[in-house]
């Protein structure tokens, strides 16, 4: 007899819901190979990039939620366990996790949700709105990034430490309140640089899927480093 599936044997497991939010203005490699990395170490089959709608901690983005929601869907076409979450653009005004951790949480009912993000997101937590009220709604899983020490502000240090597991089962085993660093394929990419590298008129190609690159080409997004006025389109 051949051996079940490893997702089969836990079904709470099974159920639960990974979040990676971003401003994604483009997404690249350095999220894509994160995402599936985390995905398949946590052995959830929802696993959902969620881009800012209108983000609080940037006056805008540099591509319209419209083209970033575009380029995300072109990115993960090829892949059913990674989907977009749009429920950030869709609900409009400024994007705040905590509300997006509520209306998933609201949706999905008492199962684990992992709230990912790098470790350079991480550092400035505590900037979030009602930051204490994310250990409620879900575990941190925090992702290494090239360039960014953990270096968290005193208090939440003090929360992170409290809240630190070192194995995924103590996290699969309760909805939220978890926090587990890991390690993930280190690509120092960053959407700056690969703005950057168009504004100047040089090809980012291999730093981000080749549909990605045609999309950016072809609507001339990131010519010149203006950010986006019209956030819808
Ligand atoms: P920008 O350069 O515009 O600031 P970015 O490349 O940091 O963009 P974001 O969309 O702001 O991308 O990042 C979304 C999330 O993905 C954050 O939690 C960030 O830490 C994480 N992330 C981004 N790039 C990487 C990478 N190369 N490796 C691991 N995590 C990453």
């Known amino acids: 007899m051949s ?8 079904p709470i497991q099974n159920r ?3 979040v990676f ?8 490699h350095g999220h894509l190979r994160a995402a599936a990395e985390v995905s398949e170490w946590l052995k959830v089959s929802d696993f959902r990039l969620v881009p800012v709608g209108s983000p609080p901690h940037r006056s805008q983005t540099y591509a319209s939620a419209f083209h970033r929601l575009a380029m995300l ?7 059913q366990d990674l989907t977009v979450d749009d429920r950030e653009v869709r609900r409009g005004g400024t994007s705040y996790m905590v509300d997006t951790l509520r209306s998933i949480r ?6 684990p949700v992992f709230l990912c993000l790098g470790q350079d997101a991480a550092n400035r937590l505590d900037t979030w709105r009602d930051w204490k009220a994310l250990f409620d709604l879900a575990h941190l899983v925090v992702m290494t990034r090239p360039d960014s020490q953990s270096n968290y502000p005193p208090e939440l240090d003090a929360y992170i430490s409290e809240r630190r597991v070192d194995r995924t089962r103590d996290l699969v085993s309760t909805p939220a309140g978890g926090v587990r660093h890991v390690e993930v394929t280190q690509l120092a990419i960053s959407s700056t640089h690969i703005r950057a590298q168009v504004a100047q008129g040089h090809s980012p190609r291999f730093l981000l899927p080749a549909t990605v690159l045609t999309y950016i080409n072809k609507h001339g997004l990131y010519r010149t480093s203006t950010p986006s006025k019209d956030k819808v389109k």
């Open 3 to 10: 051996p079940r599936p490893a997702q089969s044997r836990n």
């Open 16 to 18: 639960a819901v990974a």
């Open 21 to 28: 939010g971003g401003t994604f203005d483009p997404v690249h």
């Open 73 to 79: 869907e072109l990115a993960l076409a090829p892949y």
């Open 106 to 111: 609201q949706d999905v009912g008492d199962v």
